[in-house]
Nanobody
């Protein structure tokens, strides 16, 4: 059973930056996963933010964050990152990390294509 733990959330002013981390453990040694970040704002459905393929060679980000957010992975540390720059109040949400062991394409953005989820880390963008 894979466990995902997010960290790095907090309160930041508009225009600021945060880096979220997702640490993975418990999976079979040597296995690779497609990884992604989702977010859920109060009163809204969970939405896709960014994904990275198993090798780190391909990424896909939702239109609203392209050019501001960047996803990366460090398999030696079993960690996936979401670097968030030029943050806006509309980025306020709980951010969730997700893992897909079936190695689907990064363009698959549905929550149903991910088997494992973290508990989330809260990001608040406010002055």
């Amino acid at each position: 059973q894979v466990q995902l733990v997010e960290s790095g959330g907090g309160l930041v002013q508009p225009g600021g930056s945060l880096r979220l981390s997702c640490s993975a453990s418990g999976g079979p040694s040597g296995d690779s996963y497609r990884m992604a970040w989702f977010r859920q704002a109060p009163g809204k459905e969970r939405e896709f933010v960014a994904a990275i393929n198993w090798s780190g060679t391909s990424t896909f980000l939702t239109t609203s964050v392209r050019g501001r957010f960047f996803i990366s992975r460090d398999d030696a540390r079993n960690t996936v990152y979401l670097q968030m720059n030029s943050l806006k109040p509309e980025d306020t949400a709980v951010y969730y990390c997700a893992a897909d062991p079936r190695l689907r394409a990064v363009l698959e953005t549905s929550t149903t294509t991910f088997d494992y989820w973290g508990q989330g880390t809260r990001v608040t963008v406010s002055s």
